[in-house]
C-alpha cells in the first residue's frame, strides 16, 4: 500500500492531487484542517502485495506526521497475489462511493456557497438552465453579472454577453457564385433550403445565375419537389450520379454563376470519411453547409456536428426554429464549436420565413422573450398549393423579364425513370 499526504486549498484540489499522483483507483483515509490548509490522506493499494498491520498503522500514523513528503509504507516480502476476500471488496466499494458522495457535496455546497454570494447572478443562471442551457453556459454568461445591478440591468448584460457569442459567417459565395452543397442529416430541410436559397438568388440576381442539381437518389419524391420548384421558378436543374459527374458539369460553369446542390440525407454513423468536393481544384470555388434542425437534441446535435466534420463544412443553416420548444438547448451545443450561423428559417413559407441570421433575434428567441409565430398544420418539405402558387407568380415575372413564354424548360441530364421514382 501507497500512502501519501497532501495539503490543499479545498476537497476539489486535493481530488485533483491525490489522482494526478495516484489515479484514480487511490482511497482519501483521513482529512482535517491544518492552519488553514486541508490536509488529506490517500493510499493506494498495490496489486501485487498483501496488507500488512505495518501498513494499517502507517496510515493511521501519517494524520499526524510532521514531514510533507509522501509517506511511503514498507512493503511485505511475501509476493503472493491481494486476497479475495468479499469483505474487503465490499469494503473498497464503500470507501469509492463515500468519496463521491464527498465530491458531489462538495460541488453543491460550492454552488450553494456562490449563490449565496451572487444572489442576482444565481438567479438569471436559473432563469438561462429553465430555457435549455446547460448548466455551465449559464453560470458562464451569469458570471458576468455585477452585484449591484438591477434585474433589467442584469439581463440586458447577459443578453448582450449571449448574443456577442454566436458565431456567425457572410456567404460571400451567394455574390461570388461557385458550387454550393447542402449536407446534413435526413429530415432536417435540406431540400427546401435549397429552394429558399435559390428564390433569393432568383430575386437578387436573376433565374440565369442559378442552376440546381440534386444527387439524392435515395429519398422517393426528392427530385419531383425540386422539378416542382424549378418548373415554377423557370431554372434548369440537372439529375447527377456523384461527385465526378457534378464537377465535369461545374467545369464548364461560367464565373458568377451559382450551382446549388441537393445531397442525401446521410445519419451520423453512415458519413463518408471525405468531402464531396475532395481533390477539386483550386479554380473551381466550392463549400459545403451543414443544415441542422433546432428540434435536435443535444446529445444527437453533438454527433451530427462531429460526424459530418468529415465534410468539412463551412458554415450552418439552422431550421425549424418555430418548431423548437427551447432554443437554449441547440445554442448550448452551437456556441462550443467554431462553424458560423447564415441563414434560418422560422415557418413553412419559402421566402418570408427564410432569413439572414441576426443574433440579437436568435437570443431574444432562446430567452424566451418574443413570441413564435404560429404553427402550421404540416411540417413535412412538402410545398403547399399557395407556395406554388407564389413561385408561380414570381416565374411569371421573371419569364416575362426575359421576354420568353411562361414555359421554363426543364434540363435533365438523367430523366426520371417511371420505375425509378415511381410511388405507389
Keep these: 500500500m501507497n500512502v501519501r499526504r497532501y495539503r490543499a486549498r479545498d476537497m476539489r484540489d486535493a481530488m485533483r492531487q491525490v489522482r494526478e499522483q495516484q489515479g484514480e483507483d487511490a482511497v482519501i483515509l483521513s482529512s482535517r484542517r491544518v492552519d488553514g ?78 449563490a449565496a454570494r451572487h444572489p442576482l447572478a444565481a438567479e438569471c443562471k436559473a432563469r438561462l438552465m429553465d430555457r435549455g442551457f446547460s448548466e455551465a453556459l449559464a453560470r458562464s454568461l451569469a458570471g458576468s453579472i455585477l452585484d449591484d445591478s438591477t434585474v433589467e440591468q442584469a439581463w440586458e448584460r447577459l443578453r448582450a454577453r449571449l448574443s456577442g457569442a454566436i458565431a456567425t459567417r457572410h456567404p460571400d459565395i451567394l455574390d461570388e457564385g461557385g ?50 420548384f424549378a418548373q415554377m421558378a423557370g431554372v434548369s436543374l440537372r439529375v447527377l450520379q456523384g461527385a465526378r459527374e457534378l464537377r465535369e458539369m461545374t467545369g464548364r460553369a461560367e464565373d458568377g454563376h451559382l450551382i446549388l446542390v441537393d445531397t442525401a440525407g446521410q445519419a451520423p454513423a453512415a458519413v463518408g470519411d471525405e468531402s464531396l468536393f475532395a481533390g477539386w481544384p483550386d479554380r473551381i470555388r466550392c463549400e459545403s453547409w451543414l443544415v441542422v434542425s433546432a428540434t435536435t437534441q443535444a446529445a444527437a446535435l453533438q454527433r451530427v456536428l462531429e460526424a459530418f466534420r468529415k465534410t468539412e463544412p463551412s458554415a450552418l443553416v439552422l431550421t425549424k426554429l418555430d418548431e423548437a420548444e427551447q432554443l437554449g438547448e441547440t445554442l448550448s451545443v452551437l456556441l462550443d464549436q467554431h462553424l458560423g450561423l447564415t441563414f434560418v428559417s422560422d415557418g413553412q413559407r419559402i421566402a418570408e420565413d427564410f432569413h439572414r441570421v441576426e443574433t440579437g433575434d436568435l437570443t431574444r428567441r432562446a430567452l424566451g422573450e418574443e413570441e413564435r409565430p404560429a404553427r402550421g398544420a404540416s411540417r413535412d418539405e412538402r410545398w403547399t398549393d399557395q407556395t406554388l402558387a407564389e413561385l408561380a407568380g414570381t416565374r411569371s415575372h421573371v419569364a416575362s423579364a426575359r421576354g420568353t413564354p411562361d414555359g421554363g424548360a426543364l434540363e435533365m441530364i438523367h430523366p426520371v425513370g417511371k420505375g425509378r421514382y415511381a410511388t405507389h
Design 37 to 114: 490548509w486541508l490536509e488529506v490522506v490517500a493510499a493506494l493499494e498495490d496489486g501485487d502485495a498483501g496488507v500488512s498491520e505495518r501498513e494499517q498503522q502507517a496510515a493511521v500514523n501519517a494524520v499526524q506526521a510532521p514531514r510533507e513528503e509522501p509517506v511511503a509504507a514498507s512493503r511485505p516480502s511475501s509476493a503472493s497475489a491481494w486476497p479475495a476476500d468479499p469483505e474487503l471488496a465490499a469494503m473498497r466499494q464503500e470507501l469509492r462511493d463515500l468519496r463521491s458522495l464527498l465530491t458531489r457535496q462538495h460541488s453543491d455546497n460550492e454552488a450553494a456557497q456562490w
Design 179 to 228: 458550387v454550393l452543397a447542402l449536407v446534413g442529416p435526413t429530415g432536417v430541410g435540406k431540400t427546401t433550403t435549397l429552394a429558399r436559397i435559390a428564390l433569393r438568388q432568383i430575386r437578387r440576381m436573376g433565374p440565369d445565375s442559378v442552376t440546381l442539381v440534386t444527387l439524392d437518389a435515395q429519398r422517393i419524391g426528392a427530385t419531383r419537389q425540386l422539378q416542382a
